[in-house]
């Protein structure tokens, strides 16, 4: 009994270990690192959403003085009563009330900005009784039902301002909003707003320092686990290929051309290298070891039906390519030239085969002027390969010698697939030359695709 070798070098198992632990690691820290990078982003997100709040909040008391300010102006100058409506609208919103309330959901009451900004609140509800009074006057001048306003029925002139004429009235409306009073109130309002917008600025901007330093150092050490990441797979990828996807390109390229495998790469691959080898030189004794003559056509030297019959119920169907052919009108060349003319025909296909296709390669002719050809390991991956083969085949018998007049083939090729015994592949083929045949001739045809190569 032959003694076996004992396979050394990089396993397939350990790869796998490596590349399942290694990466299973680095992933989960990974996923941690974006974790804490979430949550940080997080938190700065809602420091500027807050602070964009507040602010909001904040200025709302002042954009809406300014609105009641630029209403009431207007209505006591020209008595629109758009704008009276707009200003007593505005008033009943009780935005400062309410700007106020959220500021308080951030704030307690002795801070800062809460304390600025109830201060603002409460010079702008002062104003608003200025303002009021202010619209009392215009009522009276523009001649507006005054009791139609619920806020204005409650207010009640002075009895100096009652004796007033209509231009009086009117200039003192005026006055009352635009006077230094008014101004100072006004200045209350903003300086108490823009105090309050200060701090959240001061407050925030010391929310969103910190979070910025801990996600940079989040992302520091999410760039770290990442080129930790890159450098390990590029490791895997490189030793991967050295010991696998090299040796088993170079492995299919020897065995398309039929030569023995070098032992080389993963321990695994290097067993099956071995193991090959071993059956490719049992293969290949076993060829040896049978009766030429009985396998052989003495006409083309070819395999005939004997030796189809042997080679066929015992290859590996799964990974074999199947290929039947016959001569076009080769009845027609038998009447015309006779049968030792056809006699030539046959023997220049059997040559021409053996020209364009593999050592390994079994060519048989199966009947009178039928061939098949069994390719050995050729997937549907090889399909162009055998195309170009049997096109050069055909243009080989199609150019004339001095003795062999131009002729073609039909050709039907099939590859085995699992579910495939050796009748379903030979029905495959068969079907293939079949629709070459109702088509002229003179073609390939691929089972499964009715297109015709020729």
Partial sequence: MEKENKVHGLSLRFLNRLMIIGSTFISIAIIIILLLL????????????????????????????????????????????YNLNNYIAESNSDVEDKALEKIGNYYDFHNSVYYNLSQAVSESKALMNKEYYALRLACDVYGVDYTLYTRLKDVELIEEDKLLTQEEKKE????????????????????????????????????????????????????????ILVVFLFTLFVAIYFSIVKPLNKGANLINDGKELKIEGIKEYKFLSNAYNKMRKRDNDNKELLTYELEHDKLTTLYNRTGYDLVYHNLNLEATAFILMDIDDFKGINDKYGHAFGDKVLRKVGETLKENFRADDYICRIGGDEFAILLPNYGVDNTQVLIDKCKNVNKTLRTETDDIPSFTLSIGIAFGDEYDDTDTLFKKADSALYVVKNNGRNGISLFGDNTIER
């Fill in 172 to 227: 003192k409306a005026i006055n009352l909003v635009f006077d230094a009073e008014y101004v100072f109130f006004k200045d209350d309002i903003n300086h108490g707003v823009n105090g309050a917008i200060s701090q959240i600025k001061l407050d925030i901007n010391r929310k969103i320092t910190a979070s910025s330093k801990s996600l940079n150092t989040i992302i520091i050490l999410q760039r770290l686990l990442v080129a």
């Fill in 38 to 81: 979430s949550s940080n982003y997080k938190k700065l997100n809602a420091s500027i959403t807050d602070y964009m709040e507040l602010v909001d909040s904040a200025t709302e008391v002042k954009s809406s003085s300014d609105y009641m300010t630029e209403q009431v102006r207007n209505y006591v100058i020209s008595g629109n009563i």
